[in-house]
């Protein structure tokens, strides 16, 4: 196991400086970038505006900043003094070749040296920590909903299967699969948020305003009223692909011999249910607990979040893109990219720590 966990680790470097590389291609050749926001500022609000909104690329010099190609020339800034626009690229890095300023900010990255935000004039490492509880927590709470929710029914069809009641609700997570999380977020503000039925839950934010002023299990109610229509609305399309496999799991463990030898000595249909069966059968679904959690991490978090108004990483990322607030964007990609890496791994090893029979040395990685 030691020589693949290594195995694993060294294929990290490779994949994350391959995704990054692309990434950072990709943006050289698209349209915009800071200097083209500032033109545009400069054109709409005055030179004094400009120059301080520039001013906090200037402790960017030397950072990861420097993450994007721009073009020589700018579209909209031909009656701006040529000087004024190359003072600027060398502020943002920009006079240097892309692949020089792409291994100066891999280089800093390896020490986790995000610099600072083009336009938020703060750390983008402080970004990040300011907005990861609210990620974590949209994620925890979706992965933990989906599973409560998905285990119990995929046991109930798997025990009867082929029923009336395994068809309709085989139709119900299906259906719930198609939706898109977003749809079924501004369906449920229109009935329960002050849409134009009830006003039962909050539509802005993870707590309310007073959350400091509230006794403890204030705190812990009002953060779970909040919490409640975004993750119901992230975990609507997740129930349909783990209470399948649940179904199946368990399907395929019933028709095993051991179950039938089980049955012919007389054990009760509970006891072999979850005496043997369950044991089983919940290995592959318990093992993908870590890549269930990563998955409700990374993916729709960003729409959910900007229609609740929840400052986390999605909603950070999604701004920095409409900004081209470069030094943002790409470290929040370096962190996704690593913690989906370092996950998966986990992933394969609670595999083996809930199926010791399982061996990974043998396989190619």
């Known amino acids: 196991m030691g020589a693949y966990i290594l195995k694993r680790l060294l294929l990290m470097v490779p994949t ?101 935000s083009f336009f938020r004039d703060r750390p983008v490492i402080e970004l990040v920590v300011e907005r990861l509880p609210v990620s974590v927590s949209l994620g925890l709470w979706t992965t933990l909903l989906t599973y409560l929710v998905s ?37 449920l503000i229109v009935l329960f948020a002050g849409g134009s039925y009830l006003q039962i839950f909050p539509l802005r934010g993870l707590v309310s305003d007073d959350w400091a002023e509230l006794p403890w299990y204030g705190k812990i109610l009002d953060y779970l009223w909040h919490i409640t229509l975004p993750v119901v609305s992230m975990s609507i399309g997740s129930f349909a692909g783990l209470t399948l496999l649940t179904k199946n799991s368990f399907i395929e463990e019933i028709n095993k011999q051991y179950v039938m030898t089980a049955r012919a000595k007389g054990l009760g249909e509970r006891r072999v249910l979850y005496g043997h069966v369950f044991r089983n059968a919940m290995l592959i679904v318990i093992a993908g607990f870590p890549g269930a959690f990563i998955g409700a991490f990374f993916t729709g978090s960003v729409l959910i979040e900007v229609i609740f108004s929840l400052d986390g ?39 083996v720590l809930v199926d010791p029979r399982i061996d990974f040395e043998s396989r190619e990685v």
């Open 313 to 351: 990483l999605g909603l950070l990322g999604f701004e920095s893109a409409i900004n081209r607030d470069y030094p943002v964007m790409f470290a929040t990609l370096y962190i996704f990219t690593l913690l989906g890496l370092v996950i998966n791994l986990l992933s394969d090893l609670t595999y």
């Open 16 to 116: 994350l400086f391959g995704i990054m590389l692309v990434n950072f291609v990709v943006i050289q050749a698209a349209p915009g970038g800071p200097i083209e926001r500032i033109v545009a500022e400069l054109e709409g609000r005055g030179v004094e505006a400009v120059a301080r909104i520039a001013g906090t690329a200037q402790s960017e010099m030397a950072g990861t900043a420097r993450a994007a190609g721009e073009e020589s020339v700018y579209r909209g800034a031909r009656g701006l003094d040529p000087e004024f626009l190359e003072e600027l690229r060398r502020e943002f890095g920009f006079d240097k070749p892309w692949y020089v300023r792409f291994g100066e900010m891999m280089w800093r990255y390896l020490t986790f040296d995000f610099g600072n």
């Open 151 to 187: 285990i119990p029914l995929g046991i109930r069809k798997a025990v009867r299967d082929g029923s009336r009641f395994d068809v309709w609700t085989s139709t119900v997570v299906i259906v719930g699969n198609a939706v898109p999380g977003f749809l079924f977020a501004i369906l």
